[in-house]
């Protein structure tokens, strides 16, 4: 039996999130069925993390393990023409040992929120960013975005759903940057909470609009509550970017669609 790691590009449109669900289509499932349609086996296919429903993925790390023997690239050809033509496509697979593990190795995760500042409907960008037609402030946003890097109780910006033993996680990194019409929130941490993101791009905007202060934003951390969350973005403009892997092993690089490099 071999171990594959994937690299794994998805449009988060048509599912239900990466894992699989009895009520509707989810990533996951779509690729663990190509594999079985392969090889004749029933694979499980693990992540490096999990995606909501219209979340995106660039580089999302997984793995599964296959007993037929099969060189990593025809592993990967024959995925990519089984799941055509659905908007799922395996960037790279390789073998990695037994005790690699795509969730259990992985010591860092990031993603990239997308805005688009603008009052002209999207086309390309359609429900792959959220459009925001008010001017924001970028500046008061990056500023307010360092009150929340660092260890805290993310409570406030935690669903009522998310599974996470304990509310307490260490924010490595959140920046703001714009680039013409588009702003990016690069989020970093060795993982988060279901919906934190999101809740904090929801937040960040309203201080871009001067509707919240970063005192707001700070007040609204430290109420541990999520009834004082102030907004939750959507999932359009949420994207997994990287999975990071101890030594730079098995690293996937992605560039943002802004003119600086994550």
Same mark, same amino acid.
């Given at each position: 039996m071999t171990r594959y790691r994937l690299t794994v590009e998805f449009d988060g449109r048509p599912y239900m999130g990466w +894992?699989? +669900? *009895?009520?509707?289509?989810?990533? +996951?499932?779509?690729?663990?069925?190509?594999?079985?349609?392969?090889?004749?086996?029933? !694979?499980?296919?693990? !992540?490096?993390?999990?995606? &909501?429903? /219209?979340?995106? /993925?660039r580089a999302m790390a997984a793995h599964a393990e296959i007993l037929r023997p099969i060189t990593p690239y025809r592993l990967m050809?024959?995925?990519? !023409?089984? @799941?055509?033509p659905q908007p799922i496509a395996i960037l790279a697979c390789e073998s990695v040992?037994?005790?690699?593990?795509?969730?259990?190795?992985?010591? /860092?995760?990031?993603?990239?929120?997308?805005?688009?500042?603008?009052?002209?409907? @999207?086309?390309?960008? !359609?429900?792959?960013?959220?459009?925001?037609?008010? *001017?924001? &402030?970028?500046?008061?946003?990056?500023d307010a975005a360092q009150r929340l890097v660092g260890l805290h109780d993310f409570t406030t910006f935690r669903s009522?759903?998310?599974?996470? +033993?304990? *509310?307490?996680?260490?924010?490595?990194? @959140? &920046?703001?940057r714009r680039d013409g019409d588009?702003?990016?929130?690069?989020?970093?941490?060795?993982?988060f909470l279901h919906h934190q993101v999101r809740s904090m791009v929801g937040c960040l905007a309203l201080v871009g609009r001067g509707k919240w202060s970063a005192d707001d934003l700070s007040d609204a951390l430290?109420?541990?509550?999520?009834?004082? @969350?102030?907004?939750?973005?959507?999932? &359009? /403009?949420?994207?997994?970017?990287?999975?990071?892997?101890p030594d730079g092993l098995f690293r996937s690089h992605e560039v943002s669609g802004a003119s600086d490099h994550f």
């Open positions: +894992q699989r +669900q *009895p009520h509707g289509p989810t990533v +996951q499932q779509a690729i663990e069925e190509a594999i079985t349609a392969i090889t004749g086996e029933k !694979a499980i296919v693990h !992540a490096a993390g999990r995606t &909501d429903a /219209g979340v995106h /993925g050809e024959a995925i990519n !023409a089984a @799941l055509r040992p037994e005790d690699w593990h795509a969730r259990f190795s992985c010591i /860092g995760r990031r993603y990239i929120y997308r805005i688009i500042n603008r009052r002209a409907p @999207l086309t390309l960008d !359609a429900a792959r960013a959220w459009q925001i037609k008010v *001017p924001l &402030d970028v500046g008061a946003m990056r009522a759903h998310c599974q996470s +033993q304990s *509310p307490v996680k260490t924010l490595d990194r @959140l &920046d703001v588009v702003i990016e929130v690069e989020a970093a941490a060795r993982s430290e109420a541990r509550d999520r009834a004082r @969350l102030g907004l939750n973005a959507p999932p &359009d /403009g949420l994207y997994f970017v990287e999975a990071v892997y």
